[in-house]
C-alpha cells in the first residue's frame, strides 16, 4: 500500500496539538519546538506532493485513500489531490511555517494557542483534499470555529478609529473589541455553514444519496434545482471569501486577531470560502454556474472597488491590510465568474499571491505592533531608517498588492482581468482595473507615510528591526513573492492540470444554459 501522504500531511498538526495537550504550561519551549517541527513536516509533505503532480500530469485527482466511514449513509473518508488542490496544500505549508516561526515569542498561554491554532490548520489541509462532501464540510468546521477562541482569547482590545468618506460604513472596534470581533466572525461565518449544509444535503438527497464529489460531478441536476441550490453554496462559501455585503465580519476579525492568527486568517481561511465557491458550487454545479455568472462577476467587481475605496479611507494600519483582503478576494471571485480557463487559472493564482502577499503583510503588523504598540498611521513616520529590513519586505509586499510585474500579485491579475475581457461580460475589466489603481494609491499612499517619510518621531527612535525569528518568516513569505511572480510556470503548470478538466465539464453540463 502506498504511503498516505496526504492523510500525512492532515495528520500532522493534529498530532502536534494533541501532544501539547500532555504537556505542562511551563514547557514553552517544547511547545514551541513541536509546532515549528509539525509545520515543517507538513511543508515538506505538500512540496513532495506538488512535485508529484506534477511529474504525473494533467491526470484530474492523486494519492486517493477510501475508508467508509458510516456506509448506511454514504460517508466516508475520501482524500485525494488535483492541481488545485495541491497549490493550496502548499500556500497553507508555507503560511502555517511562517506563522508558526512568528509566533515563538509568545509568552501569553503558547500551548494552548499552538493547540487551537494546529488543529485549524489540520481542518484547512483536509478542506484542499477531501473529496467526501461531508468530510469536507466536516473539515471547513473544525478549521473556521477555533477562530473564535483565537481571536476571543489572544486577539488585541481596544478603540479603532475610521475616517474618511467612507467611515459611515466601517465598523468600530469599542472596548473589548476582540470579544465582539469574535462573536461577530462565528456568527457570520455560522450562518454560511447553514446555506452551505442546506445545499449539501440537497444535493445529496437529488444525487443518488452520495457524498462521493467525483460521483455528484457525473449528476445531471435539473437547471432549476442548480439555481436554487448555487447562491446557497456561493453565499455560504462567500461569506467567508469576503463576499460583499456579507464581508464586514472580516476587518474586525483581521484587526482584532493575533499575528499569526491575522496571517492564516487572510492567507488561508478567505481562500476555503473561494475554493469552496469554485470546487463545489461550480464544479458541480454546472448549470448553475452560467445561471448565476453575471451576478457572481457583478458583485465580484464592487467587492474590488468597495474593499480599496475603503482600505484608502483608513489610518488604522491594520484594517488598511484587513479591507485590502476583501478587494483582492474581489479579483478571487472574478476570476471564477468569467468561466474561462485564463480567469481560473488567475483565481487559483491570485489565492495563492494573496495568501502569501497578505500573511507578509500580516507579519510586518505583528512586527511594527509588537514594538511601538500603535497602529495609527498618523503617528509613525520614517521608520526605514531603524527598520531598514522591514521598510523592504513591507514595499515588496505593496508592490506585489497593486500588481507590479516580476511579484506573484501581477501574474494572478493579468489572468483574472485577460479572463474578464474574455468573457460574456467584458466590461467586468474596467471596474477591476479601476480598483487595482485605487489599490496603488492607498499601498504607495501607505508605505510612504511609515518608512519614507521624516522622521522618526522621537518616541519611536530606539525601535529595532526584525529579529532572528521573524526574518525567517519574512524572507520565506518574501522570497516566494518573487520566485512565483518571475517563474509563474512553477504555480501555473500545477494549477493547469485541473482547470481544462473542470472547465470542459462545466460547458459540457450546462451546453443548454444560458449564461
Same mark, same amino acid.
Given at each position: 500500500?502506498?504511503?498516505?501522504?496526504?492523510?500525512?500531511?492532515?495528520?500532522?498538526?493534529?498530532?502536534?496539538?494533541?501532544?501539547?495537550?500532555?504537556?505542562?504550561?511551563?514547557?514553552?519551549?517544547?511547545?514551541?519546538?513541536?509546532?515549528?517541527?509539525?509545520?515543517?513536516?507538513?511543508?515538506?509533505?505538500?512540496?513532495?506532493?506538488?512535485?508529484?503532480?506534477?511529474?504525473?500530469?494533467?491526470?484530474?485527482?492523486?494519492?486517493?485513500?477510501?475508508?467508509?466511514?458510516?456506509?448506511?449513509?454514504?460517508?466516508?473518508?475520501?482524500?485525494?489531490?488535483?492541481?488545485?488542490?495541491?497549490?493550496?496544500?502548499?500556500?497553507?505549508?508555507?503560511?502555517?511555517?511562517?506563522?508558526?516561526?512568528?509566533?515563538?515569542?509568545?509568552?501569553?498561554?503558547?500551548?494552548?494557542?499552538?493547540?487551537?491554532?494546529?488543529?485549524?490548520?489540520?481542518?484547512?489541509?483536509?478542506?484542499?483534499?477531501?473529496?467526501?462532501?461531508?468530510?469536507?464540510?466536516?473539515?471547513?468546521?473544525?478549521?473556521?470555529?477555533?477562530?473564535?477562541?483565537?481571536?476571543?482569547?489572544?486577539?488585541?482590545?481596544?478603540?479603532?478609529?475610521?475616517?474618511? !468618506?467612507? $467611515?459611515?460604513? %466601517?465598523?468600530?472596534?469599542? @472596548?473589548?473589541? &476582540?470579544?465582539? =470581533?469574535?462573536?461577530? *466572525?462565528?456568527?457570520?461565518?455560522?450562518?454560511?455553514?447553514?446555506?452551505?449544509?442546506?445545499?449539501?444535503?440537497?444535493?445529496?438527497?437529488?444525487?443518488?444519496?452520495?457524498?462521493?464529489?467525483?460521483?455528484?460531478?457525473?449528476?445531471?441536476?435539473?437547471?432549476?434545482?442548480?439555481?436554487?441550490?448555487?447562491?446557497?453554496?456561493?453565499?455560504?462559501?462567500?461569506?467567508?471569501?469576503?463576499?460583499?455585503?456579507?464581508?464586514?465580519?472580516?476587518?474586525?476579525?483581521?484587526?482584532?486577531? !493575533?499575528? $499569526?492568527?491575522? %496571517?492564516?486568517?487572510?492567507? @488561508?481561511?478567505? &481562500?476555503?470560502? =473561494?475554493?469552496?465557491? *469554485?470546487?463545489?458550487?461550480?464544479?458541480?454545479?454546472?448549470?448553475?454556474?452560467?445561471?448565476?455568472?453575471?451576478?457572481?462577476?457583478?458583485?465580484?467587481?464592487?467587492?474590488?472597488?468597495?474593499?480599496?475605496?475603503?482600505?484608502?479611507?483608513?489610518?488604522?494600519?491594520?484594517?488598511?491590510?484587513?479591507?485590502?483582503?476583501?478587494?483582492?478576494?474581489?479579483?478571487?471571485?472574478?476570476?471564477?465568474?468569467?468561466?474561462?480557463?485564463?480567469?481560473?487559472?488567475?483565481?487559483?493564482?491570485?489565492?495563492? $499571491?494573496?495568501?502569501?502577499?497578505?500573511?507578509?503583510?500580516?507579519?510586518?503588523?505583528?512586527?511594527?505592533?509588537?514594538?511601538?504598540?500603535?497602529?495609527?498611521?498618523?503617528?509613525?513616520?520614517?521608520?526605514?531608517?531603524?527598520?531598514?529590513?522591514?521598510?523592504?519586505?513591507?514595499?515588496?509586499?505593496?508592490?506585489?498588492?497593486?500588481?507590479?510585474?516580476?511579484?506573484a500579485g501581477f501574474v494572478a491579475e493579468f489572468l483574472v482581468f485577460l479572463g474578464a475581457w474574455q468573457s460574456a461580460n467584458s466590461w467586468w475589466a474596467v471596474p477591476g482595473g479601476i480598483g487595482a489603481l485605487v489599490t496603488a494609491v492607498y499601498v504607495l499612499r501607505g508605505t510612504r507615510d511609515i518608512f519614507w517619510g521624516e522622521g522618526p518621531p522621537e518616541k519611536f527612535a530606539h525601535l529595532t528591526d526584525a529579529g532572528f525569528a521573524e526574518?525567517?518568516?519574512?524572507?520565506?513569505?518574501?522570497?516566494?513573492?518573487?520566485?512565483?511572480?518571475?517563474?509563474?510556470?512553477?504555480?501555473?503548470?500545477?494549477?493547469?492540470?485541473?482547470?481544462?478538466?473542470?472547465?470542459?465539464?462545466?460547458?459540457?453540463?450546462?451546453?443548454?444554459?444560458?449564461?
Amino acid at each position: 500500500m502506498a504511503f498516505p501522504i496526504l492523510s500525512f500531511i492532515i495528520a500532522m498538526p493534529a498530532l502536534a496539538a494533541l501532544i501539547m495537550l500532555f504537556l505542562p504550561d511551563e514547557a514553552k519551549t517544547a511547545v514551541r519546538t513541536i509546532a515549528v517541527s509539525a509545520s515543517i513536516a507538513s511543508l515538506l509533505g505538500a512540496i513532495w506532493v506538488v512535485r508529484e503532480v506534477l511529474a504525473r500530469g494533467p491526470a484530474t485527482f492523486h494519492f486517493e485513500e477510501r475508508y467508509n466511514l458510516v456506509p448506511s449513509l454514504g460517508i466516508q473518508y475520501l482524500v485525494a489531490v488535483d492541481g488545485w488542490g495541491a497549490s493550496l496544500l502548499l500556500l497553507t505549508g508555507i503560511i502555517t511555517f511562517a506563522g508558526a516561526v512568528a509566533s515563538t515569542t509568545l509568552e501569553n498561554r503558547p500551548r494552548e494557542f499552538y493547540i487551537f491554532l494546529l488543529g485549524l490548520v489540520s481542518g484547512v489541509f483536509g478542506v484542499f483534499v477531501a473529496q467526501d462532501l461531508f468530510v469536507f464540510f466536516l473539515f471547513y468546521e473544525i478549521a473556521v470555529l477555533p477562530m473564535y477562541l483565537l481571536i476571543g482569547i489572544w486577539g488585541s482590545t481596544g478603540k479603532v478609529k475610521s475616517e474618511g !468618506p467612507f $467611515a459611515w460604513a %466601517m465598523d468600530r472596534l469599542d @472596548v473589548g473589541g &476582540k470579544e465582539y =470581533a469574535a462573536m461577530k *466572525l462565528t456568527l457570520v461565518l455560522l450562518g454560511g455553514s447553514a446555506l452551505i449544509l442546506a445545499a449539501m444535503l440537497g444535493m445529496y438527497q437529488a444525487g443518488g444519496h452520495t457524498f462521493d464529489m467525483g460521483q455528484l460531478a457525473k449528476v445531471s441536476f435539473s437547471p432549476r434545482l442548480q439555481w436554487w441550490l448555487f447562491p446557497a453554496l456561493w453565499v455560504g462559501f462567500g461569506a467567508l471569501a469576503g463576499l460583499f455585503p456579507f464581508h464586514t465580519w472580516s476587518p474586525d476579525g483581521h484587526a482584532a486577531a !493575533p499575528t $499569526a492568527v491575522s %496571517m492564516l486568517h487572510a492567507g @488561508v481561511l478567505m &481562500k476555503l470560502g =473561494a475554493f469552496g465557491v *469554485l470546487r463545489v458550487g461550480m464544479v458541480l454545479l454546472p448549470d448553475g454556474a452560467q445561471q448565476w455568472a453575471f451576478a457572481v462577476g457583478t458583485i465580484a467587481v464592487i467587492n474590488i472597488v468597495w474593499g480599496a475605496m475603503s482600505a484608502m479611507a483608513q489610518k488604522d494600519l491594520k484594517y488598511i491590510i484587513a479591507y485590502s483582503s476583501v478587494s483582492h478576494m474581489g479579483v478571487v471571485l472574478l476570476g471564477a465568474a468569467t468561466l474561462t480557463v485564463n480567469g481560473w487559472n488567475g483565481a487559483m493564482f491570485q489565492m495563492f $499571491a494573496h495568501g502569501i502577499m497578505t500573511a507578509l503583510f500580516f507579519s510586518l503588523v505583528g512586527l511594527i505592533y509588537e514594538r511601538t504598540h500603535d497602529r495609527w498611521i498618523p503617528n509613525m513616520g520614517g521608520f526605514a531608517k531603524v527598520m531598514p529590513l522591514t521598510a523592504a519586505f513591507f514595499t515588496l509586499a505593496c508592490l506585489s498588492s497593486l500588481g507590479m510585474p516580476g511579484t506573484a500579485g501581477f501574474v494572478a491579475e493579468f489572468l483574472v482581468f485577460l479572463g474578464a475581457w474574455q468573457s460574456a461580460n467584458s466590461w467586468w475589466a474596467v471596474p477591476g482595473g479601476i480598483g487595482a489603481l485605487v489599490t496603488a494609491v492607498y499601498v504607495l499612499r501607505g508605505t510612504r507615510d511609515i518608512f519614507w517619510g521624516e522622521g522618526p518621531p522621537e518616541k519611536f527612535a530606539h525601535l529595532t528591526d526584525a529579529g532572528f525569528a521573524e526574518r525567517v518568516s519574512l524572507w520565506t513569505l518574501g522570497t516566494t513573492l518573487v520566485v512565483f511572480g518571475v517563474w509563474p510556470r512553477l504555480l501555473l503548470d500545477l494549477i493547469d492540470t485541473a482547470t481544462p478538466v473542470y472547465l470542459a465539464a462545466l460547458q459540457a453540463h450546462g451546453a443548454g444554459v444560458t449564461p
